[in-house]
């Protein structure tokens, strides 16, 4: 076994009993080889040097050893057919291959007599990445979780086509980025991203730049405060003027409370001495006519009479009396009452 990236597939095979990752294909700096029927030690993306374990051979229900190894040259000398030479017999008239073999471009099970000639090899170490980092000189990214660090705009070739994950270094003074996913087809060869990385502030100084046009900002900003606190003032001297107004309005109001109270109090005062005065007129009268009926039932000794009479005269006084106070404080006046 030879050194190179390796990438673990599963074969086209339907009778062994292991159906996923059961072969081994290593992309080197001059051949490339593959290795079927085993259960894989590695993994993708993974660089593997010569002698160096990849898997454990297994059999089928038969107890048929259904390892298989094939080889090819690498890199593939026409890259726009992307085809190697396999070793070839003597004899061209034999070759039904006519020096183009058809692997790797068909997956082809070397234990089978025949050629699955409809189903492309997705499996091509044929894809390049590379990561554009900026700022210049700050950063490394990997493609196999951190086991190989590559610098900046440095590109790694003959990777197998698939999905990449690409995770990056962290550097003093910068933010890390996420990491960024690639996915790489046989539609294309080389694939690249562009990443930055992120000063922080918090440990480097910050470009002069940056620092004049953060005071550009901060001088907007003063502007903007200097005119929210005038519209403060103005709001602030509108609500003083709104609570004059509003103790103006109290202070009317107040008086005008005042004012009725007073006019009340004027008003019973007015209807005191205009009605009450009558009654109390109308009572020493009562006591004038009382003095005299008695008077005079000493006099003439008329005293049945006479009391009757004066009975008669103190109902009178006092149904006049109770009219009298009736039409003062319920209609409002005496008129008509005589």
């Not at 396999?86 to 070397?110: A, G, H, Q, T, V």
């Not at 962290?170 to 539609?187: A, D, W």
């Not at 049945?304 to 005269?313: D, P």
Request: hydrophobic letters at 40%.
């Amino acid at each position: 076994m030879h050194s190179g990236v390796v990438n673990v597939f599963t074969t086209t095979s339907t009778f062994e009993e292991n159906q996923e990752n059961d072969a081994v294909w290593i992309n080197g700096n001059t051949i490339t080889s593959s290795y079927m029927g085993i259960y894989p030690s590695v993994q993708t993306g993974q660089y593997v040097y010569a002698g160096q374990l990849i898997g454990k051979a297994y059999k089928e229900r038969n107890q048929e050893n259904l390892f298989s190894f094939s080889i090819r040259r690498a890199p593939p000398v026409n890259p726009t057919l992307k085809r190697g030479y396999l070793p070839i017999i003597s004899d061209r008239n034999n070759c039904e291959c006519k020096l183009d073999p058809l692997w790797p471009e068909y997956f082809i099970y070397p234990a089978s007599r025949y050629i699955n000639y409809d189903r492309m090899n997705e499996f091509l170490p044929e894809a390049s990445l590379k990561v554009n980092m900026t700022p210049s000189g700050i950063g490394k990214w990997s493609f196999d979780d951190g086991t190989t660090w590559l610098q900046a705009n440095e590109k790694i070739s003959g990777l197998p086509f698939g999905s990449y994950k690409i995770i990056f270094k962290s550097e003093y003074g910068y933010h890390t980025p996420p990491p960024t996913y690639i996915k790489t087809t046989n539609c294309n060869k080389e694939f690249a991203a562009n990443v930055q990385y992120e000063p922080d502030y918090t440990i480097l100084k910050k470009p002069e730049a940056l620092l004049e046009k953060e005071k550009a900002e901060g001088k907007a900003d003063e502007k903007l405060h200097v005119a929210l606190d005038s519209l403060n003032k103005l709001i602030i001297a509108n609500d003083k003027t709104a609570s004059i107004k509003s103790m103006i309005i109290d202070s009317l109001n107040e008086r005008f409370l005042k004012i009725e109270a007073i006019q009340k109090e004027t008003f019973f005062f007015t209807r005191l001495f205009k009605y009450i005065l009558p009654i109390l007129l109308l009572a020493f009268l009562f006591a004038i006519i009382l003095f005299f009926q008695n008077y005079k039932i000493r006099k003439q000794k008329r005293y049945l009479e006479n009391w009757v009479t004066f009975i008669k005269w103190g109902v009178r006084l006092i149904l006049l009396h109770g009219y009298i106070i009736y039409r003062s404080f319920f209609t409002q006046g005496v008129i008509g009452i005589f």
